[in-house]
């Protein structure tokens, strides 16, 4: 006969409540606080720090770690100006993708539950249904399988503006990034027709997104050094002119 193991009243209601809690309380990828992180300054850094240290949305805002329009127009122009870098040794499986936050849930059963209303998830912690609209494009999705979720600075530019000298943890903090405005749920469609292009050669079809677009590239690449080329950068300024004053 097995030996039997006696589980307290304490133990059990922490397991218990650790079950319930879903996806709406992630950890950093690869554990510990997601706010607690590096500066931007080497390669080798974590995800830096967030301004504001929120990890969600400030109201108006679909993604969190937004900076303002002002801001975002200083950070534009203090952003290095460089041609399309190499594509030579790329590869998305070099960006680990998508990492475990906590609860069964990975970066992308994060980002739905956040970004949606009304999310009910399988045993598994996978989204099943809910109310999504996306950025993208302003459709309304109710099946969770019909999104993406997208990174505003695609693995692929992030690589050729300057991701390429990273080493894995950095470039793995990147690919799963919940603190600045690097992930979001949108529609497949959007995603797919965006792919891994720069500002000046795709934009959202909704234009009313291109202030926040810009707002979250423009945030991303500066958080992360990345550099811009001359037309990336005058397409960012057209975005930004959106905004309202």
Same mark, same amino acid.
């Given at each position: 006969?097995?030996?039997?193991? &006696?589980? @307290?009243?304490?133990?059990? *209601?922490? =397991? =218990? ?8 309380? /992630? %950890?950093? $990828?690869?554990?510990?606080? /997601? ?6 300054? +080497?390669? @080798? ?5 967030? /301004?504001?240290?929120?990890?969600? /949305? ?53 980002? =739905? ?5 009304? %999310?009910?998830?399988?045993?598994? &912690? ?14 309304? %999705? ?11 600075? !695609? ?12 080493? +894995? ?9 919940? #603190?600045? $405005?690097?992930?979001?749920? *949108?529609?497949?469609?959007?995603? &797919? ?5 720069? !500002? ?8 009313? @997104? ?8 423009? #945030? ?7 550099? *811009?080329?001359? !037309? ?9 002119? #959106?905004?309202? +004053?």
């Amino acid at each position: 006969m097995g030996r039997q193991i &006696r589980v @307290s009243g304490a133990v059990l *209601v922490a =397991l =218990l409540l650790a079950a319930a809690a879903g996806c709406s309380d /992630p %950890v950093a $990828p690869g554990g510990g606080d /997601p706010k607690a992180s590096a500066s931007a300054g +080497s390669p @080798s850094a974590a995800a830096p720090k967030s /301004p504001g240290g929120d990890a969600k /949305p400030a109201g108006g805002d679909v993604l969190p770690g937004m900076v303002s329009a002002a801001e975002a127009r200083t950070r534009l122009a203090a952003l290095k100006v460089a041609p399309v870098g190499t594509m030579a040794g790329y590869s998305r499986d070099r960006f680990t993708h998508w990492a475990q936050q906590g609860n069964k849930c990975d970066t992308r059963e994060v980002v =739905l539950k956040r970004d949606g209303t009304g %999310v009910t998830q399988d045993a598994e &912690r996978k989204a099943v249904s809910g109310n999504w609209k996306s950025l993208y494009d302003g459709v309304v %999705v109710t099946e969770a399988g019909k999104m993406d979720i997208d990174h505003m600075v !695609p693995l692929a530019e992030g690589w050729r503006s300057g991701a390429a000298g990273w080493d +894995s943890a950095r470039r793995k903090a990147f690919a799963n990034d919940l #603190t600045h $405005p690097q992930l979001l749920a *949108v529609t497949a469609a959007s995603n &797919r027709s965006k792919g891994d292009q720069s !500002p000046d050669l795709w934009q959202p079809p909704d234009k009313a @997104s291109w202030c926040q677009y810009g707002r979250a590239w423009t #945030t991303v690449k500066s958080t992360y050094e990345l550099t *811009v080329t001359e !037309p990336e950068k005058k397409m960012l300024t057209t975005m930004l002119d #959106t905004c309202g +004053s």
